[in-house]
């Protein structure tokens, strides 16, 4: 069993910030990548970002410059600084992370139960 717990989702005002944080827990061998995806009422679920184990990063382009993906391997746990927060930016937010649960599975995708954000104008 694999558990995604994520945390720092809440209400702030345009122009604010948040600070998100998605812990990987269980039978975890490896972890490729992990990620953010938000899903607006009425809308799919996009990507917002994601980061690889060697550290590389992609953002969808509504979020460049304002929010920053990192992780700690060691913790298995990623974060998502958001600045700036526009209304457009609320959502619920999914963690994802793609894992190995042992040296012989393949990876899979893993998600979080999400977390709400809602920005104010």
């Known amino acids: 069993q694999v558990q995604l717990v994520e945390s720092g989702g809440g209400l702030v005002q345009a122009g604010g910030s948040l600070r998100l944080s998605c812990a990987a827990s269980?039978?975890?061998?490896?972890?490729?990548?992990m990620g953010w995806y938000r899903q607006a009422p009425g809308n799919q679920r996009e990507l917002v970002a994601v980061?690889?184990?060697?550290?590389?990063?992609n953002y969808t382009d509504s979020v460049k410059g304002r929010f920053t993906i990192s992780q700690d391997n060691a913790k298995n746990t990623v974060y998502l600084q958001m600045n700036s927060l526009k209304p457009e930016d609320t959502a619920v937010y999914y963690c994802?992370?793609?894992?190995?649960?042992?040296?012989?599975?393949?990876?899979?995708?893993?998600w979080g139960q999400g977390t709400q954000v809602t920005v104010s104008s």
């Open positions: 994802l992370a793609d894992i190995r649960r042992t040296p012989r599975s393949r990876y899979a995708a893993n």
């Open positions: 980061i690889t184990s060697g550290g590389s990063t």
């Open positions: 269980g039978s975890i061998f490896s972890i490729n990548v």
